[in-house]
């Protein structure tokens, strides 16, 4: 698992110019695009040496980009750091919950539980292993999911 926390946090779609619901064929079809655009070799010969270091230092950013966004395990992880950022930032943690403290619903394969609104919070079975916050389906309230270890 890479630790993206550690990482001064960069939006790598952007860096492609691409959205986060493009294909990995799209994010692929871009960085190539970007990669010869920036490539240290494709400058002149009379480019001032600042404006090479920074065609040096996209083209690095590029390649990093691709590294995270190319390789679909990396992606997830990353897409799912972003999702978790989205949510810190919009409301508070209002509770921590173990899994196992939430009621099971078969009929969807979920794990939920009552926020104090009356709302919901819902995990879906595959993806609570990967799932840190939930937001409640009805107000702004958070809660973080821990996982037993």
Wanted: with cysteine; charged share 30%; proline share 3%.
């Amino acid at each position: 698992m890479m630790a993206f926390e550690q990482i001064p946090r960069k939006d790598w779609y952007s860096i492609l110019g691409a959205d986060p619901s493009a294909s990995v064929a799209d994010l692929k079809q871009k960085y190539q695009k970007l990669i010869l655009m920036y490539h240290p070799d494709k400058q002149s010969a009379d480019v001032p040496a600042k404006a090479l270091e920074e065609c040096v230092q996209k083209f690095i950013e590029i390649d990093q980009a691709w590294k995270i966004l190319g390789n679909e395990e990396t992606k997830k992880e990353y897409d799912l750091q972003r999702h978790d950022d989205d949510l810190r930032n919009i409301g508070p943690i209002d509770a921590k919950v173990y899994l196992e403290e939430m009621s099971w619903n078969k009929d969807d394969q979920s794990f939920f539980l009552s926020c104090r609104c009356g709302g919901k919070y819902i995990v879906f079975k595959d993806e609570a292993e990967e799932v840190n916050l939930i937001s409640c389906d009805t107000c702004s309230l958070i809660i973080e999911l821990l996982h037993c270890t």
